[in-house]
């Protein structure tokens, strides 16, 4: 009986070992693919389809299509990155960060009304994606980026000119991420359906999508995490935007539709409540992921216009 039960003690172990071996696989595989889900190409084809596209059909279309734009540069350490930039001779100028998977023509919509309001504009390509180099860091990177871009604005638009930052989606995160850093002559910040952090999404997503208990979802991101550490040498908990916004001091508008599925609402208001500074919270019923503009582009214009009036004279 000893025999058989030190026998029947080893092949437990061995069975729960292997078991134990493959249920991390299975999670760490499973991790690895949902941030593909959210960065690839199922990613791109949600956030594109979110997107418009230029026409000569609408008046923002054809003024997008025609309107004089110049190439800029910026080489840093990881890529070489691109932006486009619409000169209107005046001292003030927005940054627009389009979402991930969208290109810097995405934001004509936003481009044509801030021109309209005499902004200088700056549409920008983030590492991964348009005709930047790079690959997407879900605004733990991408944060130093905007920073040099701001710098350069800085540079050559002169000593009287104010920015403002636009974000949308993961870049709207990555324009809160940047409150961290010193941005010059940046006076105010438009976030529209930003995540806290990425790791608080993609956990989102695992409980949405996989329909998972907490402790699945919990050992599912901590595969990711660790995922991310190896292979780009920084912690999904690093693109938390809490920590840089209760220090924060420059005015934020906060957007977010109450219809959206793919980032909560809850999380612009997590980012509301974490931030220190000047800020507005504003909730649109019935909007989806970043269409709050498309909902009602002349409302839109009017309160984000008005935001950044109050911060750029």
């Keep these: 009986m000893k025999k058989i039960g030190k026998g029947l003690l080893i092949v437990l172990a061995?069975?729960?070992v292997m078991?134990?071996?493959?249920?991390?696989?299975?999670?760490?595989f499973t991790g690895n693919e949902l941030v593909t889900a959210l960065t690839s190409k199922q990613g791109q084809a949600w956030t594109t389809a979110q997107a418009p596209i230029p026409t000569q059909n609408?008046?923002?279309?054809?003024?997008?299509?025609?309107?004089?734009?110049?190439?800029?540069?910026l080489e840093r350490k990881h890529c070489h990155l691109q932006a486009k930039w619409i000169q209107t001779n005046q001292h003030k100028t927005v940054i627009l960060l389009p979402g991930y998977g969208q290109r810097q023509s995405a934001m004509y919509q936003y481009a044509y009304f801030f021109a309209q309001a005499g902004y200088n504009v700056l549409l920008v390509d983030s590492s991964g994606q348009g005709k930047s180099g790079g690959q997407v860091s879900f605004g733990y990177q991408e944060k130093r980026?905007?920073?040099?871009?701001?710098?350069?604005v800085a540079r050559r638009a002169g000593s009287n000119n104010q920015t403002v930052v636009l974000g949308v989606s993961m870049r709207a995160a990555t324009a809160l991420q940047a409150t961290s850093l010193k941005l010059p002559q940046v006076k105010a910040i438009v976030a529209d359906s930003a995540y806290t952090s990425f790791a608080a999404e993609l956990k989102y997503q695992a409980a949405k999508t996989l329909n998972l208990p907490i402790y699945a979802q919990n050992f599912i991101i901590s595969a990711a995490n660790q995922a991310s550490v190896r292979q780009d040498g920084f912690s999904l908990n690093q693109t938390d935007a809490r920590p840089a916004l209760r220090k924060n001091k420059l005015p934020i508008l906060f957007i977010h539709g109450l219809a959206d599925t793919f980032v909560p609402a809850s999380m612009s208001r997590a980012n509301y409540h974490a931030d220190h500074g000047a800020k507005q919270l504003w909730l649109v019923p019935e909007a989806e992921h970043i269409q709050a503009l498309s909902q009602n582009e002349a409302l839109y214009e009017q309160r984000v216009l008005a935001f950044c009036q109050l911060y750029v004279k």
């Design 14 to 16: 061995t069975i729960l």
């Design 19 to 28: 078991a134990g071996i493959l249920l991390w696989t299975g999670y760490r």
């Design 58 to 73: 609408t008046r923002p279309g054809r003024w997008y299509l025609q309107v004089s734009k110049q190439t800029w540069h």
């Design 145 to 152: 980026d905007l920073q040099a871009w701001a710098k350069l």
